[in-house]
């Protein structure tokens, strides 16, 4: 098993930046992909990013494709998601998931750990 803890969440302004960490206990992260998902009041979990075990494959929603960048540090046992250019459609919670695996999945239900989320409100 792997417990997650976001952070890193916060209030910005429409264009600003904000970095998203996820750490997750255990000695065995790299076995799991990871990923981040968000969900806006009223609306459904949505996938915003995947990376790989290693890190050497990475996908994003075209919603943020060219804004955030997810990485991680196997070492440290974290993910990270880099915001830039934040727009207001971006203010949701976002969760940290992880899979263990190979097939980098983006949907939801096929993420087996989550964290408690982290709130990002953007304003215009």
């Known amino acids: 098993q792997v417990q997650l803890v976001e952070s890193g969440g916060g209030l910005v302004q429409a264009g600003g930046s904000l970095r998203l960490s996820c750490a997750a206990s255990?000695?065995?992260?790299?076995?799991?992909?990871m990923g981040w998902f968000r969900q806006a009041p009223g609306k459904e979990r949505e996938f915003v990013s995947v990376?790989?075990?290693?890190?050497?494959?990475?996908y994003y929603a075209d919603s943020v494709k060219g804004r955030f960048t997810i990485s991680r540090d196997n070492a440290k046992n974290t993910v990270y998601l880099q915001m830039n250019s934040l727009k207001p459609e971006d203010t949701a919670v976002y969760y940290c998931?992880?899979?263990?695996?190979?097939?980098?999945?983006?949907?939801?239900?096929?993420?087996?750990?989550w964290g408690q989320g982290t709130q990002v409100t953007v304003s215009s």
């Open positions: 998931a992880a899979k263990a695996g190979v097939v980098v999945p983006t949907t939801p239900d096929q993420f087996n750990y």
């Open positions: 255990g000695r065995t992260f790299s076995i799991y992909i």
């Open positions: 990376i790989s075990r290693g890190g050497g494959s990475t």
